[in-house]
């Protein structure tokens, strides 16, 4: 049997069987992405701030973005313009594509190529002799840093959190209208939860008590989240330094929901 991807798995089906020339999919782990690629069309994940995502019911408010799935490179393209409202969408264009030879690309050995049905192998080996005909230059190598990235969704991951937090009343309440497994990896992120005051105290860093846990995804945390990684991307390479804006940050946060309450 086949299966189409998702979670916009509709929306590739859509495109894919000539239904319609695009369709619009929600992405916060690859619902635009992994549907196209299953279903042989063309997704597009804009950065979060991109498309307004006003209307879409979300599933994480620091992943979900919104963004087309069509035909080609250059239909999305066009669609991406009219999504973000983004000058005048005929003058729209695919990006020219690359000169092969002056890419360097990596084939990485990780996980990703860890049990591939025969068939995925042989298109993807396929697809490497080909760009390597015709130019690019192709190195394998370990790629450890991407076997870790499975340690980023221990628990589910900000989208687990948030997830959980977003769904908590209607899984009381209907649950009957939800997939069985869906609704487990929902509840799943709810772990985050039952461990906050350990892993807060942790943040902050003061060997005090543990803060009360945040029921919800707090704005106020992520702010300064971000703003020790812009720092840290901005040139500050003294050692720990965005750490502990992180760990300040954190206690300030909670500083300030303690005054709010």
Known sequence: GRVPGGSSS??????????????????????????SA???????KPTQSRVPREGAFPLSYTLDSVGPLARS??????????????????????????ALPSLRLLAPR???????DPPVAAAFERALAALSAAGARISTAD?????????????????GAEAAQIHRALLKTKRELYDPNVAKRIEAGE????????????????GGPAPDPCPA?????????????ARQAG????????????????????AERRADH
């Open 110 to 116: 990780c996980f990703a190529l860890d049990d591939l």
């Open 235 to 254: 040139g500050d390479r003294r050692g720990g330094g965005a750490a502990l804006a992180v760990r300040r940050g954190a206690a300030a946060h909670h």
């Open 10 to 35: 509709g929306a590739a089906v859509a495109v894919a069987d000539g239904m319609c020339v695009v369709s619009i999919g929600s992405d916060t782990r690859g619902s635009v992405r992994i549907p």
């Open 191 to 206: 772990g985050f939860f039952s461990g906050a005051p350990a892993r807060c105290a942790e943040m902050a860093g003061d």
């Open 73 to 98: 490179v250059s239909c999305c393209a066009v669609f991406d313009a009219i999504l973000a409202a983004d000058g005048q969408p005929a003058d729209a264009r695919a990006p020219e594509p690359a």
């Open 143 to 159: 790629a450890p840093c991407l076997d870790a990235a499975h340690a980023l969704f221990a628990g589910g991951g900000f989208a």
């Open 38 to 44: 299953l279903c042989g069309v063309t997704g597009f």
């Open 217 to 229: 995804p707090c704005p106020i945390l992520r702010r300064r989240l971000r703003a020790a990684r």
